[in-house]
């Protein structure tokens, strides 16, 4: 049974902050991550996708992966307060056709 | 294309009746998935189509669901005989032939009262 974890949070950060949000996941033959926002009510939208080891930035958003610790990111700098949401996190091992997501780790940026 | 189209957006129905969803995927995208998302929870995989053909279904999807896609465009999800535990947000989501970076549709949100 394919794992992916997150904390639920919420997690408040004041405006201008870095949030940082964590991910794991138990298949060591995954390969590709996937960082999803969820407003409420809403569907998912991707952010960002990291397939290598190390970091990897789009602007305010920085992915980490480490696949040796089963471990993966998501930094957002300069946090603003529609940058509150949830984020999930989305595994896909390349063999199968579909993502395993995380339960998602709701943000609350501060004003 | 504006994107992934699902339709209704909401569905309010009665325990034990039938309701079908449909979904219209981007039409370069060959591939279309449902999820299942309910409160607090991430989106759970359900099934996925490679064109017309339907390649996987998750444990998840019981007897009562069924999933279409006939002609490789649109396809439907229907719920028989309903019960209050399939209240959710029904979620469809292509993607490209490489299979990667998902668009989702905005949902269908079914209440079984």
């Known amino acids: 049974q394919k794992e992916v974890e997150q904390n639920s949070g919420p997690l408040s950060v004041p405006e201008g902050a870095i949030a940082s949000l964590n991910c794991t996941y138990s298949d060591r033959v995954s390969q590709s991550f996937f960082w999803y926002r969820q407003y409420s009510g809403k569907s998912p939208e991707l952010i960002m996708s990291?397939?290598?080891?190390g970091d990897k930035e789009d602007g305010r958003f920085t992915a980490q992966l480490n696949k040796a610790s089963q471990y993966v990111s998501l930094l957002i700098r300069d946090s603003q307060p529609s940058d509150s949401a949830t984020y999930l996190c989305?595994?896909?091992?390349?063999?199968?056709?579909?993502?395993?997501f995380g339960p998602g780790t709701r943000l609350s940026v501060l004003p | 294309d504006t994107g992934v189209s699902q339709d209704p957006r909401h569905k309010i129905t009665k325990r034990g009746q039938n309701v079908t969803f449909r979904c219209d995927p981007i039409s370069e995208h060959n591939r279309l998935y449902w999820y299942r998302q309910t409160l607090g929870q991430g989106p759970e995989f359900l099934t996925y189509f490679q064109n017309e053909a339907q390649l996987e279904k998750s444990r998840l999807l019981s007897d009562r669901f069924s999933a279409e896609r006939p002609k490789g465009s649109f396809s439907t999800l229907e719920i028989q005989r309903t019960e209050q535990g399939d209240s959710a947000m029904y979620l469809c989501?292509?993607?490209?032939?490489?299979?990667?970076?998902?668009?989702f549709g905005s949902g269908t949100r079914l209440t079984v009262v």
């Open positions: 989305a595994v896909n091992d390349n063999y199968g056709q579909n993502f395993v």
């Open positions: 989501a292509s993607s490209p032939p490489d299979g990667y970076g998902y668009t």
């Open positions: 990291i397939y290598s080891n």
